[in-house]
Structure formats: C-alpha cells, structure tokens
C-alpha cells in the first residue's frame, strides 16, 4: 500500500492515463485535492513522520549570465505532487519517441522523423514555467513539444503514421503538429524565429500578456534570419524568449566544427542571455520563469539549454560516425534526465521502487494505446488532399483548378487536442 498522500497523487494521475500526460502541468487540483493534502501535513506532522509539503532544493549547476546583473533562482521549490507530475511527463516524452522509433523501423513512418529521446526536460521544465496564454513555436524536432502543449500521444504518434486521427489529420507528418498556441514545427532551418517574433509583436499589439518562445537549435544559431529578428525584438522590447536547444551537433557536425562562438546564450549582442543546465528540469524551469518575467517587462532574452540528443539527426542517420559510442553512454549514465530526476524525487520525497513502477505502468498504457490507434485508425481519404486549403468556413469549390471540380472541405478541428481530465 502506498502512503495517504501518494496514493491520492497516483490516483490523480491515473485518472489521464488513456489521454495524455500534457495534461497534467497547467490544471490545479481540485478543491477536495487540497483538503486531502493539507489533512495529510496536518497527520504526518503531528505524528513526527517526514514532511510531505514543498522542498526547497539547491541546483546542482550554476547559470552562466550575459548582460545581466541578476539570474534565475538557484534555490526552488518542488512538491510531491509536481514531482510526480515532471516525472511522468519525461516518462512519457521518453516512451513516445521510443514509440515513434518502433514505428519507423517497421515502415509505418515514412520520410524524416527527428526524435528528442535526450532532450526530455527541456520541454517538461518550459512547460511548467508557461502560463495558459504563452506560444510556442519550434523546429522540425517536434513531438515532445506537441505533446507537452497538449496533443495526445495518439495524436502525435497518428499523425507520424499518417492516420486521420493525427493531430494534423495526417497530413503534417513529424514536422507539422499544432495545438492550441502551439504553431508548430517547420521544415525550414531557423524559420521559426522571425515567425516567433511575429507571434511576440501580435501578443504586445493585443496586449494579451503573452510570451512567444522561439526554439531552435545549434545547428539553427548561426541563420542571418536569427540574427535580423533579434535586432528587431530588441528595437522593439518584443515579449519574447529566443530558445536555443543546444544538443552539441547539427546534424552531424559538431558547435565546436560549426560555430566561431558557440557560448550561443552570448550571441544577442545586445541582448541578455543566459545558459541553463539543459538535463536538469528543475534548472530549466527556474531559468524559464526568469525569463518569462523578463520578457514581459523589458523584452527579448537568449534561453541557451545545454542537452544531448541521444540518436542522430533524425532516424536515417546512425549517430555514430561523428561521435564515439563511448560518449553518448557517459551521457547516459552520468546526465540522463529521468535518471537525475528520479533520484532527486526518490531522495526527497521518500518515493519507493514500487511507486516509480507505478508511474511506469501508467505511461505505458498511454503510449500502448497510442500506438494501436498509429497503427489501425483509418487513413485520410482521397478527398482530404484538397481540405482545409482555405482558412475559415468556405463551401465553394478550390479556385484556378481548371481541369477537375474540386468543392472545398473543412475538416472538424478535434482531432490534435484531448480531454480535459482535470478542471
């Protein structure tokens, strides 16, 4: 049996086991939630038994800093709630890739497909920083990020296969997933920054108290486009976050090859940045809230996450031939994201084997479930390849097609969002 407070935590999780784990950072527990807990601090503190309230945890790295005279915290609060919530969502992002990986090895994925296995908590700790009203914008390496603003995993892991059930009624594939105030992936390298920047001016021009997060990769920093959209959210005190998911190699070249300054959190000239233990969720999710807030009251800001990506550029490529086996194993075992985390929980929150199992068992269910849906749902018929060419309800037929009648359909936007488990 687990204890009182664990149990009611499990149980809260459990209850988004056939939707999707991205559920979990945003909704507050219920009322009846709280009571539960504040009763079990209340028991546990009177019977001398370990404190199941907030911990307050020291980060392991420090951050590096440009351009500015103050940083992130490096002390931060964690629950047990949180704690087990971060855990099955770096669970989940881990699971859903390997997923897709089974799924393109068996020929049910076709084309590229750029996996984030590795790259876990730079998603899991953005994402716990956001408010509702945040945007998103990224690259091509896209599925954890879909997931984590809130496309199921069926939706992710459909779309990948091509199924009408994909988020993109699969017609996306991996670089094309969207979600609310999530606007995608792009196939075109460093792209989405100056998209980004457009998400920002919209957001100050409505003021609608958003933040745009632009995330691109090494492999991206060095795009003049880049650097254009960052003299321009500097001239204008644009409310966004420029995130640079540094993986050490872009595609099979490494930062150190490919960058004369590859410090990219220093690269804004003018504008501050900072550079932020990538593998630690707890550090990016302090430096996120940081810099959140700053966007929105002084404007642009460089997030560096130092990551690994643990496969190659995409599925085509092996990974090796530009890095030994030996080093992507050290990362493994001295770096790893889930690893680090879960001993950080298990020490903290007195988390048994048994409970770990627990959160394991239910990820996998969601991710089984998933994969049955990637692999049997209907595929979109012939019809569907001239729908949605239009914006907006239209009902007439597609213009300047000249040799075939085409009417214009819309297809029902329901296929890329879940249920709401929790209010």
């Known amino acids: ?29 219920p009322k009846e939630c709280i009571e539960v807990l504040a009763h079990n601090k209340t028991k546990q503190q009177g019977k001398g038994e370990t404190y199941d309230g907030p911990r307050f945890i020291c980060l392991q790295k420090d951050f590096k800093r440009h351009r500015l005279t103050e940083g992130p915290s490096m002390m931060v609060s964690l629950d047990k709630l949180e704690a087990l919530r971060y855990y099955r969502q770096l669970l989940a992002l881990r699971h859903l890739e390997m997923a897709a990986s089974n799924l393109y090895k068996e020929r049910l994925i076709r084309g590229f497909c750029h996996l984030y296995t590795g790259q876990e908590a730079c998603a899991v700790g953005i994402r716990a920083a956001m408010g509702e009203q945040d945007k998103v914008i990224s690259g091509y390496r896209i599925h954890g990020w879909a997931y984590m603003m809130g496309v199921s995993a069926q939706g992710v892991l459909a779309e990948l296969t091509g199924r009408l059930t994909g988020c993109s009624g699969g017609k996306g594939g991996s670089m094309h997933m969207y979600g609310k105030n999530f606007y995608g992936g792009t196939g075109i390298v460093g792209d989405q920054v100056p998209l980004g920047a457009g998400l920002a001016l919209a957001g100050k021009y409505l003021k609608d108290e958003s933040v745009s997060l632009a995330i691109y990769g090494d492999g991206a920093a060095n795009q003049g486009q880049i650097f254009e959209t960052f003299n321009m959210a500097q001239l204008w005190k644009l409310p966004i976050i420029f995130v640079c998911e540094n993986n050490n ?139 949605d060419v239009y914006s907006g309800y239209y009902e007439g037929h597609i213009r300047n097609v000249k040799e075939h009648s085409l009417k214009h359909i819309n297809m029902p936007k329901m296929y890329n969002l879940k249920p709401k488990t929790e209010s």
């Open 249 to 387: 190699y872009g595609m099979g070249t490494s930062s150190k090859r490919s960058s004369s300054n590859n410090e990219y959190y220093t690269r804004g000239d003018h504008l501050p940045g900072i550079q932020v233990d990538g593998q630690d969720v707890l550090a990016v999710r302090s430096a996120a809230t940081f810099a959140i807030q700053h966007a929105k009251e002084r404007g642009p800001l460089i997030l560096e996450l130092k990551t690994y990506r643990y496969g190659g550029h995409s599925m085509s490529d092996p990974g090796t031939s530009y890095r030994s086996r030996e080093e992507i194993q050290r990362v493994r075992m001295e770096q790893d994201p889930i690893k680090s985390f879960k001993q950080v929980i298990m020490k903290e929150f007195n988390i048994s084997q048994d409970e770990i199992k627990e959160l394991n068992k239910l990820v996998k269910i969601e991710i089984e479930e998933a994969t049955k849906a990637a692999r049997c749902d209907e595929e979109p018929s012939l019809p569907h390849l001239w729908s």
């Open 1 to 29: 049996m687990f204890p009182a407070g664990l149990a009611f935590s499990l149980r809260f999780l459990r209850c988004g086991a056939h939707f999707s784990s991205a559920d979990l950072p945003r909704p507050q527990p």
